[in-house]
T-cell receptor, first 117, second 112 residues
Framework: DAGVIQSPRHEVTEMGQEVTLRCKPISGHNSLFWYRQTMMRGLELLIYFNNNVPIDDSGMPEDRFSAKMPNASFSTLKIQPSEPRDSAVYFC???????????????FGNGTRLTVT | QKEVEQNSGPLSVPEGAIASLNCTYSDRGSQSFFWYRQYSGKSPELIMSIYSNGDKEDGRFTAQLNKASQYVSLLIRDSQPSDSATYLCAVAFYTGGFKTIFGAGTRLFVKA
């Protein structure tokens, strides 16, 4: 079990540039989540996928944010154009979704620290 | 708007004492409840999961769930300086998939 893999670990970019964050979930997990963490707002759910299908994107802050999951082993979160207020740590997490009738816990990646100047 | 509320702290306890962390949630349809620990600069890691009313013990940790009061707690017995971290309460409910939302976290300091 290699765990959830995120890249890059750190990203520094200038305002207006496009940023793409990447995530490889744990093999066999069918749910994938993107979270953003800041001191002010805590850990916010941006979007989650179940079996590669976006289920709830109500947390995506605005149209500048988009996420895709083209297959079970890869997901991207894109910000275009980026703004300084997007600076945060972005976490990807995956889950096998259910254990019996209950959902199982999330497994987090190490996160991507994004700084937009 | 479904919410998870935690006291942000910081909560400071002496080494060896019991630390008590509390969480309330707004959605009565919530089905699964979790406590995660997050060290500074690290990702959240699972400590406990609880799905039914009552207590669940795992080593020095005990999670308590009261669905009628919409209340979840975590007790840490014999607190150690290594327990100093932010503790995140998480709640999951079904919306076509299991959506998990987090509280803001409680910062715990265990003084040696």
């Amino acid at each position: 079990d290699a765990g959830v893999i995120q890249s890059p670990r750190h990203e520094v970019t200038e305002m207006g540039q496009e940023v793409t964050l990447r995530c490889k979930p744990i093999s066999g997990h069918n749910s994938l989540f993107w979270y953003r963490q800041t001191m002010m707002r805590g850990l916010e759910l941006l979007i989650y996928f179940n079996n590669n299908v976006p289920i709830d994107d109500s947390g995506m802050p605005e149209d500048r944010f988009s996420a895709k999951m083209p297959n079970a082993s890869f997901s991207t979160l894109k910000i275009q154009p980026s703004e300084p207020r997007d600076s945060a740590v972005y976490f990807c997490a995956s889950s096998p979704d259910t254990i019996g009738d209950y959902n199982s816990p999330l497994h987090f990646g190490n996160g991507t620290r994004l700084t937009v100047t | 708007q479904k919410e998870v509320e935690q006291n942000s702290g910081p909560l400071s306890v002496p080494e060896g004492a019991i630390a008590s962390l509390n969480c309330t949630y707004s959605d009565r349809g919530s089905q699964s409840f979790f406590w995660y620990r997050q060290y500074s600069g690290k990702s959240p890691e699972l400590i406990m999961s609880i799905y039914s009313n009552g207590d669940k013990e795992d080593g020095r940790f005990t999670a308590q769930l009261n669905k009628a009061s919409q209340y979840v707690s975590l007790l840490i017995r014999d607190s150690q300086p290594s327990d100093s971290a932010t503790y995140l309460c998480a709640v999951a409910f079904y919306t076509g998939g299991f959506k998990t939302i987090f509280g803001a976290g409680t910062r715990l300091f265990v003084k040696a």
